[in-house]
């Protein structure tokens, strides 16, 4: 948000008539306690009356809105009770779930301001302390005294879609197509570039990446994620932009390099994919008397899943995607939890991002509907390597994938989930997994029976897989399906 911009919305701010359910106005600091009770009210509040932002400015009086400036510095202000830790983080670990509001500080005709700009909440009423407020006219109240209010935000829970969400407002075409990568667009669906630039508006009009409401032109979230050249740009999503880390060894100790994407998900996913294989460790193998490098982890598994943590992230949870190279593992995370089970993440498909997924397997970014874990399983098994896991923390879900192991270095517990994961890749497959195909997934030989029976029969035991069929099958003919089949 540009200084400009800042203070045009100030000002649109203060020519209202009154404070609101979704604007307070404050002189002064008064207490931590009471700004955490504002961001849970204001974001509550702005959710019932439809609006995208609930705002906290201080440096405007109550009543008169004149603007009198503030001494209060929000962006560098420590947290009264623990002196060391900024009051932007103190306040973010107190609420739940922990929106992204954005703190911004500027003068206005030599007036110090700091302002608070909260999204509304879409799935649950926003807590402070564990207790959730709303804005009552222009004063704060408990929700629980007013279930009505509380039912508003349920009910109105999925109607408010994040990509819809305007990331810039009052825009030009000309600034459109100076933030916007609009050559990539038509590159990536390979059709020709308009000779207008009327025509690239009126097709990004079409796609829901740009809005146009009373002769103004908006940048959506969907059109920024996407097609930004540079996030930064845009003050509420810069900080989506996906992290890559590599570390020295096999721990977060020590850090040898990272990179920060600029570009939008769609114009820099090929760059971010490449620099990340190029990233990886690799193994050297001969073939045909001719040395050459491998990368230690499949490349379209690499692919799936940073498309995956991309599509699936709850963009209303703190954090971005991240891509993290150990020397035995990557990790590939994102915020917030899936929708399903991670069990079912091979032949189930729920996504809170639709828009954004359909448009990134439109561009051939990533896989149809369902089938990218497929791939990740079973470029795995053809690597010969562990099972990759699937790990949902409070906030974010991880995805590993490990370097290789010989079968006798293998935990019983990867065992496992190497033949369930199996398992369930032969069934969605229209196969039947078999003492067979597991020694084929481990890469064992006839004579290892016996060891795929163990490894079948425990996976058993832990409630995964069942036999699929006559129950008077012998060990080795029997034939195996996941245990919700």
């Not at 669906?189 to 079409?206: A, D, K």
């Not at 008397?289 to 982890?297: D, F, H, I, S, T």
């Not at 439109?362 to 509907?369: A, V």
Request: charged fraction near 25%; aromatic fraction near 10%; include cysteine.
């Amino acid at each position: 948000m540009t200084k400009h911009q800042r203070q045009n919305l100030l000002q649109e701010l203060v020519r209202l008539p009154s404070e609101n359910e979704w604007v307070e106005f404050k002189h002064n600091y008064h207490s931590d306690e009471e700004i955490g009770e504002r961001i849970s009210a204001l974001s509550n509040s702005a959710c019932i009356l439809g609006q995208e932002f609930g705002y906290l400015v201080f440096g405007v009086e109550d009543g008169t809105h004149n603007i009198l400036g503030t001494t209060f510095k929000a962006k560098t202000a420590k947290a009264k009770k623990a002196k060391k830790e900024s009051l932007e983080h103190w306040l973010l670990q107190r609420l739940s779930p922990r929106i992204d509001f954005e703190i911004i500080e500027f003068d206005y005709e030599g007036k110090h301001i700091s302002m608070f700009i909260i999204p509304a909440t879409y799935n649950k009423p926003v807590e402070f302390h564990h207790t959730a407020y709303v804005r009552v006219g222009s004063t704060t109240r408990k929700l629980n005294d007013f279930p009505e209010k509380a039912r508003k935000i349920w009910t109105k829970s999925d109607d408010s879609k994040f990509e819809e969400t305007i990331a810039l407002r009052n825009v030009t075409p000309a600034d459109i197509v100076r933030l916007l990568d609009t050559q990539s667009y038509f590159d990536l669906l390979n059709i020709p570039y308009p000779t207008t630039q009327e025509g690239v508006i009126e097709r990004f009009l079409s796609e829901d990446l740009i809005t146009k409401n009373k002769g103004a032109y908006h940048i959506t979230n969907l059109g920024a994620l996407l097609f930004a050249k540079d996030l930064n740009n845009f003050d509420t999503l810069k900080r989506k932009a996906v992290r890559v880390i590599v570390y020295d060894g096999k721990s977060k100790l020590q850090t040898i390099r990272e990179q920060i994407g600029v570009r939008g998900y769609a114009v820099g996913f090929a760059g971010l994919v490449n620099w990340i294989n190029s990233q990886l460790p690799a193994n050297e193998v001969i073939g045909e008397a001719l040395r050459k490098e491998v990368r230690m982890y499949p490349e379209i598994a690499v692919r799936e899943l940073t498309a995956n943590a991309i599509i699936h992230q709850n963009f209303t949870e703190k954090g971005f995607p991240t891509v993290e190279i150990f020397s035995d593992r990557i990790e590939i995370s994102n915020p917030g939890t899936p929708l399903i089970q991670p069990e079912r993440f091979i032949d189930e498909y729920q996504s809170r991002n639709e828009k954004v997924a359909d448009f990134m397997r439109r561009l051939g970014i990533c896989e149809e509907k369902g089938s990218g874990i497929d791939k990740v399983i079973s470029y795995n098994e053809v690597f010969q390597l562990p099972p990759p896991s699937f790990e949902i923390k409070q906030t974010r879900t991880v995805i590993s994938m490990y370097a290789q192991k010989d079968f006798s270095e293998m935990t019983k517990e990867e065992k496992i989930r190497a033949c369930y994961q199996h398992c369930c890749l032969k069934y969605v497959m229209n196969e039947r997994m078999t003492n067979e195909s597991v020694r084929e997934r481990f890469g064992m030989t006839k004579n290892d029976s016996s060891k795929a029976s163990s490894i079948i029969s425990a996976t058993r035991k832990a409630g995964l897989i069942k036999r699929n069929g006559y129950n008077n099958q012998s060990r080795k003919g029997a034939r195996y399906v996941p245990i919700w089949a």
